[in-house]
DNA sequence: TAGATTGTTAATCGATTAACAATC
DNA sequence: TAGATTGTTAATCGATTAACAATC
């Protein structure tokens, strides 16, 4: 367990199981089976199962999933289980957005996602904080990284600022983007980019409506 | 040709392929050759072509693909090749920063994609105009959607009232969405969803971190 | 024990890649 | 014609589904 190499589509659905859990009452539903839990994510209990062992053993049988054992195995295989900082690089209406969408955690422990910076060249901005979430010069962005341990960055700039960033940004140690420019960032293998492109997906839904 | 039902994998490339063409400079690449264009896609030369036979033939052997008309072609097949209108609901940061984002099209035809209408309850953006979109009142979309034919709506809403939103937007004929809210939605089958989930990104990113 | 449900293996399905005949 | 590149078929790869022995 944990040797072999797990798809990524199946990393991707793991946070979909752990989403229907986390809004599970655990009073209510202490037992959860395959059926159950896949029929709330949408996947098969089959995949569910699958899924579940590329990790490991969670289940028993004849019984089903101990919900909130289940849980806090997701939290760990997604490394959930402890504070990750996020930050974000600029802050337009769609960083500002992110920014109040991002609900500090309702976890008591302060565990998970936490979005610790943002990021912006406008003096107006520098400085401030946004929902808490205090605003540095895109200047500061190695400094920063390091200071609070930032793990994770969303880029919310202009197309043509993007690339530059993001190399500054790997410069730093940062291994993982959630990129919203449209076009391909060229990473080297160890950086992980996942990307929203709001043109190519309006594109393809051209073709269905 | 157009008989076969083509995989949603292979539609999903094509606007990628489409913006490598309207980046190209015609005057100084007439023809590409597959092996180029999946170059600058990112696919192999193979999977073009394959992707590309769904559709029918647009080449000639020993010489590559004329720029300017798979181009066209790729419009066609994606439908737009005519001018498709998109509405969206909520005027918030998130809904303001799609607004700007969306650039009204340099084509000189006017066709392709066109935000057309946003909508919203707040009766201070009510009537106003951003980036020359006109805000309506979410009571009018039945009307709006109809009289403006818009055929594709982003749901750029408070989780809370995506589904009713969602819900009456089908009703009034609409069966492509681009959802930004969490969760899944519960569609039709001929109702076509594409999401776009801020948290699910961010939680598989953490465990590539 | 009988019933239920897991974990896992084998079968199926679908997508990608390799390879090459067709042909410009 | 010789060289290049397409369109397409066959081979491979990977993911999903079906099925069932293990076992709670």
Redesign the pocket.
């Known amino acids: 367990m944990g040797g072999r190499k797990v ?4 990393v991707r659905r793991l946070p979909l199981y752990l989403r229907v859990l986390e809004e599970l009452d655990v009073e209510e539903t202490p037992i ?4 159950e ?1 896949g029929e709330q994510s949408g ?5 569910l ?5 590329f990790f490991g ?9 101990n919900t909130l054992y289940l849980r806090e195995e997701l939290r760990r295989i997604l490394r959930l289980n402890q504070q990750v900082n996020v930050g974000l690089v600029g802050v337009g209406n769609l960083g500002m957005a992110l920014i109040h969408y991002h609900k500090p955690k309702e976890d008591p422990n302060g565990i998970g996602l936490r979005l610790v910076a943002a990021f912006d060249i406008d003096p107006q901005k520098i400085g401030k904080r946004i929902s808490d979430v205090p605003i540095y010069s895109v200047e500061k962005l190695p400094e920063v990284i390091r200071q609070l341990n930032i793990s994770i960055i969303i880029l919310a700039v202009p197309a043509e600022v993007t690339e530059d960033i993001f190399r500054r940004c790997i410069e730093s140690g940062v291994r993982a983007f959630l990129n919203f420019a449209p076009g391909k960032l060229s990473a080297p293998g160890h950086v992980r980019v996942h990307a929203t492109d709001v043109t190519l997906e309006l594109e393809s839904l051209a073709y269905y409506r």
């Open positions: 798809p990524d589509v199946v959860i089976s395959s059926h839990l996947v098969t209990p089959g995949q199962r699958k899924d579940l062992s053993v969670f289940g028993k049988q004849g019984v089903g999933y």
